[in-house]
């Protein structure tokens, strides 16, 4: 059992899971009936999105977005703990639609699951 870092829009792989989407706004022109089926995500859970203002901030000083959008998700630990913990039982992925994950947050977000005792694929 892990948590898959993905693409959302990409195909899902066998087994991901419940694909969540660690997005600030859903698919555009994609009607909320059509988030699953168009492979995007089964929940949306902007709650682990970069706010608006840092975003802007990604752009311009990449190392500045990493140390900041970790200071947003400390406020997050609770929910974290849980995807940590689910991640012993269950199969499920993560993911934004960004198409490099290095240049991502969910290349952080990856790094903070793991610091949080999640199991992650490969």
Same mark, same amino acid.
């Given at each position: 059992?892990?948590?898959?870092?993905?693409?959302?829009?990409?195909?899902?792989?066998?087994?991901? *899971?419940?694909?969540? *989407?660690?997005?600030?706004?859903?698919?555009? *022109?994609?009607?909320?009936?059509? %988030?699953? +089926?168009?492979?995007?995500?089964?929940?949306?859970?902007?709650?682990?999105?970069?706010?608006?203002? !840092?975003? +802007?901030?990604?752009?311009?000083?990449? &190392?500045? /977005?990493?140390?900041?959008?970790? &200071?947003?998700?400390?406020?997050?630990?609770? !929910?974290?703990?849980?995807?940590?913990?689910?991640?012993?039982?269950?199969? /499920?992925?993560?993911?934004?639609?960004?198409?490099?994950?290095?240049?991502? %947050?969910?290349?952080?977000?990856? &790094?903070?699951?793991?610091? %949080? *005792?999640?199991?992650?694929?490969?």
């Amino acid at each position: 059992m892990a948590i898959s870092i993905v693409r959302l829009g990409s195909p899902r792989a066998r087994d991901e *899971g419940l694909r969540i *989407g660690t997005v600030r706004r859903p698919p555009r *022109g994609v009607r909320k009936a059509d %988030h699953a +089926k168009r492979d995007y995500y089964d929940v949306w859970l902007p709650e682990l999105a970069p706010s608006t203002k !840092l975003i +802007k901030t990604a752009l311009a000083d990449w &190392q500045r /977005f990493a140390k900041l959008y970790r &200071q947003e998700m400390r406020k997050r630990e609770r !929910l974290l703990e849980v995807l940590a913990r689910l991640s012993r039982d269950s199969n /499920f992925a993560v993911g934004c639609y960004c198409e490099d994950e290095g240049r991502c %947050h969910r290349s952080i977000l990856r &790094q903070i699951l793991i610091e %949080h *005792g999640a199991r992650i694929a490969v």
